[in-house]
């Protein structure tokens, strides 16, 4: 929106004769973080007839810029558009072939809220995490000095903990203090000298960590009725209950159902519903090129998720036959994604009880990817010349990879089957052809969720 007046003073006041935009790339300007690009226009002169009838535009991915090559690819890889297409509103620096694909992905859906009938939510704010994001550890530490206080201490997803069909909880907790306001607490109706003293003897423990922090948590502006309650939340049932969440930042096309009773903090979205149609549509590759080009973008090229954006999301409405092998293959996928991160946790502790590996490389974090011998070989990099790996330890590495290792790589290999499965039927509801498939992949932004797809899949399409 910021934008809007200078725009409008481009379209009415002067004439646009080129448009380069570099994304957010960081060859340009190395120590600043900006989002550059280059606007070429001139004053209009009286002779209206010469007035330019388009504009030459280039989109060029911070990932292949080339400064060394910039002019021929700005020439190479730009093309015309309209002059009358830079109005007031929003750039699309896109190729009109590109332009009308997106067209029809908004015709053939109708917006999220629509669609559900429901908003996203923004996760619980409190306004100072320290007081109430614990670890396991401490809320064992609290819960054995007052049992009482389980019950208001709830498991809690991050943003990075959201992933890709199913989230990967941590072992992290949110001291649940709701707002007097939403809660019939023992102290609800007192006075704020009376409430404080019954806080304490309700929950002894909880009481004694909210007073080390007492004037932090009184100096919020979004507390609850009292200065150890969170802010007001009409929607704490929803956390009850299954739902759909996704992160604030969306560096990756990461959509996920969520179990009842995980709550889930600032940086993530909740919407209430568990309808697997949609989430099949989220995680899909049209979609994620669909957010490309209609979410604001924040600093690495990772997507602003808000509401403002995403409860206009296009989604298709599917004939039973589409819904009934989504929903099938979203379950499926479900299943497989908590399974395997069950069997990474599961390697990691091997890992550090056998081989002493406290901090496992990205590597390792994504071991289905590797073969025995590289497997191995990176075990033997982390732990170094001060800890040589002997033969029975390589012979170990090698007897876990087939035991762990082989059956995920299997499990993977299904998985991207059951992802393009469902890319498939997605692109059939929203009715794109061949061509538009071509095109969609042609023009892909980065970080697609999926390979696309080898040469006699896109023959079967």
Same mark, same amino acid.
């Given at each position: 929106?910021? $934008? ?92 009109? $072939? ?21 908003? =996203? ?25 007052? =049992? ?149 973008? $924040? ?96 012979? $170990? ?65």
């Amino acid at each position: 929106g910021y $934008g809007e007046p200078l725009r409008r003073f481009f379209s009415e006041k002067a004439w646009v004769r080129s448009v380069v935009d570099f994304g957010h790339a960081k060859q340009i300007f190395v120590e600043a973080d900006v989002f550059p690009g280059i606007i070429v226009v001139e004053k209009p002169c009286k002779d209206a007839a010469s007035a330019p009838a388009s504009v030459q535009v280039c989109a060029i991915p911070r990932d292949q810029l080339r400064i060394d090559d910039l002019s021929d690819q700005i020439i190479r890889e730009g093309f015309p558009i309209e002059r009358q297409s830079l109005s007031a509103e929003s750039w699309q620096i896109e190729p009109p $072939g590109l332009l009308g694909l997106m067209a029809k992905i908004e015709h053939r859906g109708e917006p999220l809220k629509d669609f559900i009938g429901k908003r =996203p939510l923004f996760g619980v704010k409190t306004g100072f995490n320290e007081a109430y994001l614990i670890d396991s550890a401490t809320r064992q530490a609290l819960i054995a000095s007052d =049992p009482a206080c389980e019950a208001v201490i709830k498991p809690y997803l991050r943003g990075q903990d959201v992933k890709r069909w199913y989230p990967n909880w941590e072992g992290l907790w949110i001291i649940l203090l709701k707002s007097s306001g939403n809660e019939s607490w023992p102290w609800a109706s007192k006075s704020q000298t009376e409430a404080e003293a019954k806080f304490r003897d309700t929950y002894p423990s909880l009481f004694q960590r909210m007073k080390q922090f007492e004037n932090r948590l009184r100096a919020r502006s979004d507390k609850g009725v009292f200065w150890w309650e969170l802010r007001s939340c009409a929607y704490y049932g929803v956390f009850d209950r299954e739902k759909v969440m996704w992160q604030d930042i969306g560096y990756h096309s990461r959509f996920c159902l969520v179990r009842g009773g995980l709550i889930s903090e600032a940086t993530c979205f909740a919407l209430d519903t568990t309808d697997c149609w949609l989430l099949a549509v989220l995680n899909s590759p049209l979609m994620w090129c669909w957010l490309w080009r209609n979410t604001i973008h $924040g600093k690495d090229e990772a997507l602003r998720l808000k509401s403002l954006y995403t409860e206009r999301i296009p989604v298709a409405r599917p004939d039973d036959t589409h819904r009934s092998a989504a929903e099938k293959a979203v379950q499926q996928l479900i299943e497989i994604t908590a399974t395997q991160q069950q069997t990474q946790r599961t390697l990691l502790d091997w890992l550090q009880v056998e081989y002493g590996i406290e901090k496992p490389s990205n590597k390792l974090l994504a071991a289905t990817e590797l073969d025995s011998d590289t497997w191995v070989g990176e075990v033997k990099r982390i732990r170094g010349k001060k800890l040589p790996l002997t033969a029975a330890g390589v012979h $170990g590495l090698r007897e876990e990879y087939t035991r762990t290792i082989e059956p995920a790589r299997a499990l993977a290999a299904e998985t991207l089957t059951l992802e393009r499965t469902l890319s498939d039927l997605v692109n059939q509801a929203y009715a794109l052809t061949p061509a538009d498939i071509a095109l969609m992949w042609q023009t892909a932004p980065p970080r697609m969720p999926i390979p696309p797809p080898e040469p006699s899949h896109r023959q079967r399409l």
